[in-house]
Every structure is written in C-alpha cells, then in structure tokens.
C-alpha cells in the first residue's frame, strides 16, 4: 500500500521568501501525485497534480512542484510567499488503479509579516 | 456552483448518541469519499462509494456506518457516538476512481462529543 510522508509538519517563513514543503512517497511504481491546499476552516483545494510528462508541474497561486521518481519525491515550492500563502497543505498520491487517495500528514505554513 | 455541500456544519452530541452526516454533490460524479481529519493525522479515509448502491471500508471504519442510496447523496452514520469520534469530517467526491482523478471537497462538519 503506498504512504506519503510529509517531512515537515511546521514551515515558518518571512514573507516574499521562497518555500519548499516536502513529500515523499512510499512506492517507486507508477503513480499520480497531488498537492492540496486547505485555509482555515475550509474543505481542501486542489493546488496541482502531476499524472505524466513534465516532471515540473505548474499550479495555482504562484506554486509549483517536481517530480522526482529515483528519489520518489514531489516537493512542492513558490519562489516568493504571501501572507495569503498561510495554510495548511497536504500531498497525496494514487496508483494506476482505482485505489483512494492517501494522504499526508500535512504541512503547516507559518508566513510572517 | 455548489460543488460538494455538507450538513449540519457544526453538531454538538453527548456520548451514546446517534446522529448521520449529510454530503451531497452536483457534478454527476460516480465517487463519493469520507474522511475524518484530526491534528496532526492528516486525511484518514472511513468509508467510500464507487457508484450509487455500493460502499467499502476505508482505513478507520469501525463505528461508522455508510449509505448510498442515490448517486449524488452520501450518508455517514455514528450509531453510537464516542468521545474519540470527535474530530472534522470531509466528504469528497471525484468523476471516477480512476488514478489521477481530482477529489473535491466539501468545507467540513465539526462534531463533537461529549
């Protein structure tokens, strides 16, 4: 079955900073890879996936991520943060088949006036 | 669009107690997901459907039951509360099973138990 871990469950950075939040996944099979993005008290957004091709995937808000499969590996980065940027963000990932997401634990990010 | 709408969005029971979780979708999609989140646990999958009349057991099942009568509906039972159910439980819904297919989520339901 495959898991993700999250590296970091806290990130606090100053704003206009850049940021990565890690990820790694369990399995080096084919797989599709997500990050999601939730503010507070709201459900989760979708922020970027990478199904093929491109091992650098461009999302929303500036955020971008890479695919890194010797490392099994799909960090998520943004060159320069915003206060906005405060949330938590979770990365997931799903097989070929018709197996549910798993999750991560979750990264929290702190951006600092 | 309303996308994925649960209800109630806050609920306060004590323990012992039996209430179900409404979600609901409008975008045609085929399946249904819950989820309850709890601090520094992420996402944990209980129970999800694969299409109207079918359900199957997530990761943490036990003491929740599901239903899926109608394709667009997706019912979560606690037929008797207790205390460690507390936490916020999503719903989520996707086109299809398949790999790749994005899950989008509903804004939550707080429980609590007392």
């Known amino acids: 079955a495959q898991s993700v871990t999250q590296l970091d469950s806290q990130v606090p950075v100053f704003e206009e900073a850049p940021v990565e939040l890690r990820c790694n996944y369990s399995?080096?099979?084919?797989?599709?890879l997500f990050w999601y993005v939730q503010y507070p008290n709201q459900g989760l957004q979708l922020l970027l996936k990478?199904?093929?091709?491109?091992?650098l995937v461009k999302g929303i808000n500036g955020f971008e991520a890479e695919f890194n499969k010797s490392q099994t590996s799909f960090h998520l980065r943004k060159p320069s943060v915003h206060i906005s940027d405060t949330a938590e963000y979770f990365c997931?990932?799903?097989?070929?088949?018709?197996?549910?997401?798993?999750f991560g634990k979750g990264t929290r990010l702190s951006v600092i006036a | 669009n309303a996308g994925v709408t649960q209800t109630p969005k806050f609920r306060v029971l004590k323990t012992g107690q039996s209430m179900t979780l409404l979600c609901a979708q409008d975008?045609?999609?085929?399946?249904m997901y819950w989820y309850r989140q709890d601090p520094g646990m992420g996402l944990r999958l209980i129970h999800y459907s694969v299409g109207e009349g079918t359900t199957a057991k997530g990761e943490v099942p036990d003491g929740y039951n599901v239903s899926r009568l109608k394709k667009q509906n997706f019912l979560l039972g606690l037929e008797s509360a207790a205390p460690s159910q507390t936490s916020v439980y999503f719903c989520a819904s996707s086109y299809s099973g398949q790999g790749g297919q994005p899950q989008h989520f509903g804004d939550g339901t707080r429980l609590s138990i007392l």
């Open positions: 399995s080096s099979v084919s797989v599709y």
């Open positions: 990478y199904l093929s091709g491109s091992t």
């Open positions: 997931a990932v799903s097989d070929l088949g018709n197996t549910p997401l798993v």
């Open positions: 975008m045609n999609h085929e399946y």
